[in-house]
T-cell receptor
C-alpha cells in the first residue's frame, strides 16, 4: 500500500464548478501536510499547507482529519487556470528534517 | 522563480552510462533534497543533504549517490543507468527546520535509451 493515496482522477469539470480532492495517508506519525500544484512538464509548487482547524485561501479550502488520516482540498468556482495536477504531500520527521512524501497526484482539467 | 536552478534541463544517456545532475539551492537554504518523478507518478524521495552530509535516504539503490558542497549546491550521480531511470529529477532546497517550505527547481529530464 502506498503511503499517500489520492483519488485516481482525472477530473474533467466545467468552469465555475466546485471540485473536491481526497487523500489518505498511512503513517500516523505524519506531522506536516500540504497540497502542491504541478503544471504539465513543470516543477511542483506549494499551493497551501493543511491544518486540523482547516484553512482557506480564496477559492481553495484545505482540511485535515488526523483521526481518519484524511486530507481534502476543495476548489470553488473553478477557473481554466486551475487545470493542473494536484499532489497531496505529507512529512514525518523521525529525528531528521523530514522529506516530502507525495501522492500520485490527481489531474484536473477545467473546460470552458 | 524559486531561485533553485538545475542543470542540464534535458539529457539523453545510454544504458550502462553514468550521469551527474546539478542543483544550485536558493540563497540561504542549507538543505537539498532530490526526487525522481516517473511519468504519471508523484515525485519519489531519493535522498536529502544537510550541511554536506546525507540526512535521509529513500528506497533507491547505492548506484544513486550525491554530494553537497560548502555553498550548499548539490549533485546527484547515477551509475550503471537503466531504462527505468528515465524520469524527471527534481531538486528541492529548504531551510533546516520543521514545516519550512521546500522550493523546487525546474527539474532535469533524463532519458535512458
Amino acid at each position: 500500500r502506498k503511503e499517500v493515496e489520492q483519488d485516481p482522477g482525472p477530473f474533467n469539470v466545467p468552469e465555475g464548478a466546485t471540485v473536491a480532492f481526497n487523500c489518505t495517508y498511512s503513517n500516523s506519525a505524519s506531522q506536516s501536510f500540504f497540497w502542491y500544484r504541478q503544471d504539465c512538464r513543470k516543477e511542483p509548487k506549494l499551493l497551501m499547507s493543511v491544518y486540523s482547524s482547516g484553512n482557506e485561501d480564496g477559492r481553495f479550502t484545505a482540511q485535515l482529519n488526523r483521526a481518519s488520516q484524511y486530507i481534502s482540498l476543495l476548489i470553488r468556482d473553478s477557473k481554466l487556470s486551475d487545470s493542473a495536477t494536484y499532489l497531496c504531500v505529507v512529512i514525518h520527521y523521525g529525528g531528521s528534517q523530514g522529506n516530502l512524501i507525495f501522492g500520485k497526484g490527481t489531474k484536473l482539467s477545467v473546460k470552458p | 522563480e524559486t531561485g533553485v536552478t538545475q542543470s542540464p534541463t534535458h539529457l539523453i544517456k545510454t544504458r550502462g552510462q553514468q550521469v551527474t545532475l546539478r542543483c544550485s539551492s536558493q540563497s540561504g537554504h542549507n538543505t537539498v533534497s532530490w526526487y525522481q518523478q516517473a511519468l504519471g507518478q508523484g515525485p519519489q524521495f531519493i535522498f536529502q543533504y544537510y550541511r554536506e552530509e546525507e540526512n535521509g535516504r529513500g528506497n533507491f539503490p547505492p548506484r544513486f549517490s550525491g554530494l553537497q558542497f560548502p555553498n550548499y549546491s548539490s549533485e546527484l550521480n547515477v551509475n550503471a543507468l537503466e531504462l527505468d531511470d528515465s524520469a524527471l529529477y527534481l531538486c528541492a532546497s529548504s531551510l533546516a527546520g520543521r514545516g519550512t517550505e521546500a522550493f523546487f527547481g525546474q527539474g532535469t529530464r533524463l532519458t535512458v535509451v
